[in-house]
C-alpha cells in the first residue's frame, strides 16, 4: 500500500469514527458522567499549564514588539498588538499545542494500552460500543473545554502583556488597556472560538483513532502515542492556516 | 461408550431429584438439538496468512469443547468469531441456530448477552474496582444499585472472591484477576461460555481452581462452552472429572471411574488453522498421529 492510500483509508477511517462518535450523540445510554470526568481531566487538569503558556507568551509578544512600536512612535498601540496576536491567533493555536502534549498523548496511550490487554474486546464481549463509552465523551470533553481554555490562555496572556508593559518598561496601565478595549474586534473573538472548536474536534479525533488502532504491544502503545501526537500537532497548524484564510474570506475581513 | 440416557442414570444417584428432573426435562427439549454454536467451513486470513482454514465443528448445548493446539494455530481467533469480534472472509458462523457471520455491532448485541468471554489475561478495567468490572454489564444496562449489589455478590462468592470486592485490578495476582474476568463473564447467567487461555500463567492449584469453575457450570449451569488451551492437565480435569451437589449441599468432583464416562466433554485438536483431531480425549490418546503424540508428550 503506497503513502497516499494509506494517508486516504486512514482519513476515510477517521470520518467513520466521528460519524459513529456522533450517533452516539443520539443514543441511550449518552455516558454523560464519564464526558465530565473528561471535561475534569482535559479542562481543569490543563488550566495550570495553559495559564503558564499564556501569561508568558503575552509577557514576551510585549518584549519583542516595545521596541518596534516605540521606533513607528506607537506604544499606545502595545496593548492592542499584543491582545489581537493572542486571541486570533497564539492563544488558540499554544493552547491546542500544549493540550495535545498533555491531553492527546495521555487519550492515545490509555486506549492503545486498553486495545493490548484486550480490555476493548472485552468490553465488546459485555454488550458496550467502546466507540460510545470512550470516544464520544472524550471528543465532546475537549469540544467543550479547549474554547474555554483559549479564552483562559487569551486573558491571562493579555495580563502577562499588560504586567511587563507596566511594571518593566513604565507604560501607564490605562494605556495598555484602554487600546485593548478599542483594539478588538468581534470578528476577532469570533476566530479565536471558532479555531479551538475544530482543532478540538481533530485533535480528539486523531487521538482516539490512533489509541484505537495499537498494535504491536507494548512498543505499539508508544508508537501509536507518538503517532498522535506529532499528526494532531501538524494537523493543529495545518489547520490553524486553512482557518484564517477561510475566516477572512467568510468575515470579510481579507485584505 | 456409555448412552446418554444411561450416563443420567449414573449421574442420578448422586443429584437431588429436582435437578434430575430438570435433566430430564432439558434432554427432552426439542431445541437441545439445536447447537450452541456451529462453524461452518469458516476461512479467515491475517496478512495472505490463513489463520483459519475451512473450519468445520459443532458445540452442542451443555457440551465443552476442548480445544487443544500451539502458539498461533487459530486457537483464539475461534472464539473471537463467534463474539462477532472478528469477520470471517468466508463460511458461516451460528450461534443458537441464528447466522451471525454478517450482523453489525448493533445486532451482535444481542447475541453477545447470551455469550460470556473470559479473556486470557482476564483483561479487566484497570480503572474500575473488582466490583465496578463485575457490574460492569448491569451498570450499563441501567439495573438498579441494589440488584446489581446482590448479583455481584453472588459472582463473587462463585468464584471466592467475596473478599476482594473492593480491590483495584492492579491489587489482585494473577489468578484472582483470572476469576474475577470468569465472575464478570458470568453476569447474566450465559448458556454460552468463551474461554480463552484462561489458565496460561498460573500455578496448579489455581490452574485446578479454574478448571472446577468450568466443570461447576458444564455440569451444574448447562452451559454450552469452548475451552481453548494447549495444558494437558486441563484436559485431564475437564474430561475425567464431573461436578455434582452431595447430601450436604456442597460442589464436589467425582472421577468418571469405570461405570460412568463423560460425553460432555470433547476435544478438538487444531493445526495450522485445521482440525486434525476430533473426539473424545481416549480416542485422543490412542491416536498415532506424529504431531499429537508429540504435543501430548511434550517432546
Redesign the interface.
Known amino acids: 500500500m503506497n503513502i497516499f492510500t494509506r494517508l486516504l483509508l486512514e482519513l476515510q477511517e477517521m470520518a467513520l469514527l466521528i460519524a459513529r462518535a456522533a450517533t452516539g450523540l443520539f443514543r441511550k445510554?449518552r455516558y454523560i458522567p464519564e464526558t465530565f470526568a473528561q471535561m475534569d481531566t482535559i479542562g481543569v487538569g490543563s488550566m495550570t499549564i495553559i495559564m503558564l503558556t499564556g501569561f508568558f507568551t503575552g509577557g514576551v509578544l510585549t518584549l519583542q514588539t516595545y521596541q518596534t512600536l516605540a521606533s513607528y512612535g506607537a506604544v499606545d498601540q502595545l496593548g492592542y498588538l499584543v491582545s489581537v496576536s493572542l486571541i486570533r491567533e497564539l492563544g488558540p493555536t499554544l493552547t491546542a499545542l500544549m493540550v495535545t502534549g498533555r491531553v492527546v498523548s495521555a487519550i492515545s496511550a490509555e486506549l492503545g494500552?486498553?486495545v493490548v490487554?484486550?480490555?476493548i474486546?472485552?468490553?465488546?464481549?459485555?454488550?458496550?460500543?467502546p466507540v460510545r463509552k470512550l470516544v464520544t465523551p472524550r471528543i465532546v470533553a475537549l469540544i467543550i473545554t479547549l474554547p474555554l481554555l483559549t479564552i483562559i490562555a487569551d486573558a491571562v496572556g493579555i495580563a502577562g502583556g499588560w504586567t511587563v508593559s507596566t511594571f518593566l518598561y513604565g507604560l501607564p496601565s490605562a494605556m495598555f488597556t484602554g487600546s485593548v478595549r478599542s483594539g478588538i474586534q468581534t470578528d476577532d473573538i469570533i476566530g479565536g472560538v471558532v479555531k479551538p472548536l475544530v482543532f478540538a474536534l481533530l485533535m480528539g479525533t486523531i487521538a482516539c483513532h490512533k489509541g484505537l488502532k495499537t498494535d504491536g504491544g507494548t512498543v505499539g502503545v508508544g508508537r501509536s502515542t507518538t503517532s498522535a501526537v506529532v499528526t494532531a500537532s501538524i494537523i493543529v497548524i495545518f489547520a490553524d492556516f486553512v482557518l484564517a484564510r477561510a475566516l477572512q474570506l467568510v468575515l470579510n475581513t481579507a485584505p | 461408550m456409555m448412552t446418554q440416557t444411561s450416563i443420567d442414570e449414573g449421574i442420578d444417584n448422586q443429584v437431588s431429584a429436582q435437578a434430575a428432573d430438570s435433566t430430564f426435562r432439558e434432554v427432552d427439549d426439542a431445541q437441545r438439538v439445536v447447537p450452541a454454536i456451529e462453524f461452518r467451513n469458516v476461512t479467515i486470513e491475517f496478512d495472505d496468512r490463513k489463520v483459519l482454514n475451512n473450519l468445520s465443528f459443532k458445540v452442542m448445548k451443555g457440551e465443552t469443547k476442548i480445544i487443544l493446539g500451539g502458539s498461533g494455530c487459530g486457537k483464539s481467533t475461534t472464539i473471537k468469531l463467534v463474539l462477532g469480534l472478528l469477520k470471517p472472509d468466508s463460511g458461516q458462523v451460528l450461534v443458537d441456530g441464528e447466522d451471525i457471520t454478517n450482523y453489525s455491532e448493533v445486532q451482535m448485541t444481542s447475541v453477545r448477552k447470551k455469550i460470556g468471554m473470559i479473556f486470557q489475561e482476564g483483561a479487566l478495567f484497570d480503572s474500575l474496582s473488582v466490583y465496578d468490572n463485575v457490574a460492569f454489564k448491569l451498570h450499563e444496562q441501567g439495573v438498579p444499585e441494589e440488584e446489581v449489589e446482590s448479583e455481584v455478590t453472588r459472582m463473587l462468592r462463585f468464584v471466592n472472591l467475596e473478599q476482594a470486592i473492593d480491590k483495584m485490578p492492579s491489587e489482585l495476582s494473577g489468578g484472582m484477576r483470572r476469576r474475577v474476568g470468569i465472575a464478570r463473564a458470568l453476569v447474566g447467567d450465559p448458556k454460552i461460555v468463551m474461554f480463552d487461555e484462561p489458565t496460561a500463567g498460573l500455578d496448579p492449584p489455581t490452574a485446578r481452581t479454574i478448571c472446577e469453575l468450568a466443570m461447576k457450570l458444564r455440569d451444574l449451569e448447562d452451559v454450552s462452552s469452548i475451552f481453548v488451551t494447549h495444558e494437558m492437565n486441563n484436559l485431564d480435569y475437564l474430561c475425567s472429572e464431573y461436578a455434582v451437589v452431595n447430601e450436604a449441599g456442597e460442589v464436589v468432583f467425582e472421577k468418571e471411574g469405570e461405570k460412568l464416562c463423560l460425553i460432555n466433554s470433547k476435544v478438538i485438536m487444531m493445526r495450522d488453522g485445521q482440525i486434525i483431531f476430533s473426539g473424545t480425549d481416549e480416542s485422543l490418546r490412542r491416536s498415532e498421529e506424529a504431531y499429537i503424540q508429540k504435543f501430548l508428550r511434550g517432546h
Not at chain 1, 474486546?121 to 460500543?129: P, Q, S
Open positions: 445510554p494500552s486498553m490487554s484486550e480490555q474486546d472485552a468490553m465488546r464481549a459485555l454488550g458496550t460500543d
